[in-house]
């Protein structure tokens, strides 16, 4: 059964920089777009950045110049980092790392979520 395993968040005062790792295992499985998402108190979880397999990315508008998405495709070591600098009071959040997975011998695309890391920044 695959999972997304989180780590990286943790309180920083604003400006100051966080790095977010997630890595996916368990299985046999293919990898297509990996992301992070966010959840704020009381908002809808919003898309910050997402990495194709092919490389592309996109970003929120409001984390554009200032978070960095990045993936580690080796076979052994699927992970997707999440660079996050000049944070500020609004990234506060729940950070979400999802990925789309095809696990060997289905046909169906699926979605996975981890489980959650909490990002504060506040002075």
């Known amino acids: 059964h695959v999972q997304l395993v989180e780590s990286g968040g943790g309180l920083a005062q604003p400006g100051r920089s966080l790095r977010l790792s997630c890595a996916a295992s368990?299985?046999?499985?293919?990898?297509?777009?990996m992301a992070w998402y966010r959840q704020a108190p009381g908002k809808q979880r919003e898309l910050v950045a997402a990495?194709?397999?092919?490389?592309?990315?996109?970003?929120a508008d409001s984390v554009k110049c200032r978070f960095t998405i990045s993936r580690d495709n080796a076979k052994n070591t699927r992970t997707v980092y999440l660079q996050m600098n000049s944070l500020k009071p609004e990234d506060t959040g729940v950070y979400y790392c999802n990925a789309r997975i095809l696990p060997h011998g289905n046909t169906l695309w699926e979605d996975r979520w981890g489980q959650g890391t909490q990002v504060t920044v506040s002075s």
């Open positions: 368990g299985g046999s499985f293919s990898i297509d777009t």
């Open positions: 990495t194709t397999s092919g490389g592309s990315t996109n970003y």
